[in-house]
């Protein structure tokens, strides 16, 4: 099973970000380094919600912003370790839409589920395969390090 580590100061600004875009859907991108066990996650860089049409349950990252994001992780160091999004007043499993919408394969996708204004709970799930068509989402642990 994979393991993603967070820095607990990620870990809060996911969540953090989930109860201000509140009703909405917030998003965002995490950097971090690959590890035998599966990423660890030192920073996470929001994202402003282009998805007008329905905030509450869609995101999406706008391709010049994603681009600024790889820029971003590249100047640290960094990868693109995976994305997060909050699930206002659903619980913190992916959604078909997500799972249509999740590309970036070896990549950790984190949701927070937020309940009438607060977070619940976290949940992240990697992206394996080898290509598009045997792709899979795979619920994986959260170790949050201080
Ligand atoms: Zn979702």
Not at 55 to 69: D, F, G, K, T, V
Not at 86 to 112: K, N
Request: include cysteine; proline fraction near 3%; glycine fraction near 6%.
């Amino acid at each position: 099973m994979s393991t993603l580590r967070l820095a607990r100061a990620v870990y809060d600004s996911i969540r953090t970000h989930g109860e201000e875009t509140y009703p909405h859907e917030c998003c965002g991108a995490l950097l971090g380094q690959s590890t035998p066990d599966g990423w660890w996650v030192t920073r996470a860089i929001r994202a402003g919600n282009t998805r007008t049409d329905s905030a509450h349950n869609r995101y999406n990252i706008a391709p010049l912003e994603l681009l600024q994001i790889e820029r971003e992780a590249r100047r640290q160091g960094l990868d693109v370790a995976g994305f997060y999004h909050s699930h206002p007043d659903h619980p913190a499993q992916w959604s078909t839409t997500d799972f249509a919408e999740a590309h970036w394969l070896g990549c950790s996708y984190v949701i927070t589920e937020v309940a009438r204004g607060e977070a619940a709970m976290t949940n992240s799930f990697l992206l394996t395969g080898r290509i598009e068509e045997e792709k899979q989402f795979v619920q994986e642990s959260i170790l949050l390090e201080d």
